[in-house]
Every structure is written in C-alpha cells, then in structure tokens.
C-alpha cells in the first residue's frame, strides 16, 4: 500500500532506494533493479546468489506491514540484449512500441516475446534490455533471439 509510510520507509531501506511508484519503470541500485508490475507489486532482481539475504532483510524491514515477499529465483531466467539494433531485434517478436520516445532505459513492461510471456526492462541507452523469461521457455527464446539477431550483429547474452 503506497499510502503506508511505514511500507514504503521500510522497503527503501532495505532496497537502498524507493520502490518505483510509477506504472512499467525499474530502478536501480546496488545490484538491485525493482520493477514496477503492478499498483501493489514489485519484482526484485538481485545479483546471483543474494536472493535470500534480500528476501530476509526485505522480510525484517516490512515487519509489522501488510506484504508478502516470495523467492522465485528458480522460476525465471534473465537474458541481455544489447547493441544498435537490439531495439529492432525485440520488435521482431514484440508489439509494444519501443522506439526511443515510447520507451528509455528505467522503462520496463510485461508482454510477449516471440511468443513467450517476458518481463523486461531497458537498462541503458545502447539500448540493452535485460528479458525475464520464464525457465522453461529461456532455451526457445534464446534460440529465437538468436536467431532473429544474426542479421544484425546483435549481443545476445545469458
């Protein structure tokens, strides 16, 4: 709840920066990125490894709010797509609009990818964005991207 002054102190503090409050935006800090999903919903993204550390300090400093922290590390995959024409490569299989004025890094969104459903967000202005997918459909969306890039010399990492 945003109108909670205790959540929101509580989540700053423990993400070392304010949960993003505007619809489809990312923040960064730290090794964190915070996605913005939903009103009352955010996507934590941490460096490998402190998923539980995060979890636990997330847990602690929302103590006494109404929340739920869930680790779902195990559930996604996060692959990079980066260089000139990675914005022409997502567009391949992606119909949301993300030429340079509709959508900037700190910009994220929920959708499709070559038909798999993906949260993704653009990190700089390369453009890179980095694409969580499902576990299951990463090897099928790796290929695709894959192969959707190979005309243009595109970077496509895991």
Not at 22 to 35: H, K, M
Not at 90 to 97: I, Q, S, V, Y
Request: charged share 20%.
């Amino acid at each position: 709840d945003l109108d909670d002054k205790n959540f929101l102190a509580g989540a700053t503090k423990a993400l070392g920066m304010a949960p993003p409050i505007a619809p489809n935006t990312a923040a960064s800090s730290s090794g964190l990125v915070v996605i913005w999903t939903a009103p009352d919903e955010w996507l934590v993204v941490t460096e490998p490894g402190a998923e539980s550390a995060v979890e636990a300090t997330l847990v602690r400093a929302l103590n006494g709010t109404h929340h739920a922290v869930t680790d779902t590390s195990d559930h996604s995959t996060i692959i990079r797509l980066s260089g000139a024409a990675a914005r022409t490569v997502m567009a391949k299989g992606c119909a949301l609009d993300l030429h340079i004025r509709a959508f900037r890094p700190g910009d994220a969104a929920q959708s499709h990818l070559a038909r798999a459903l993906v949260t993704f967000w653009q990190v700089d202005e390369a453009p890179t964005y980095d694409i969580l997918v499902v576990s299951s459909f990463a090897a099928y969306l790796w290929a695709w991207l894959v192969d959707a890039s190979l005309e243009f010399g595109v970077r496509v990492e895991a």
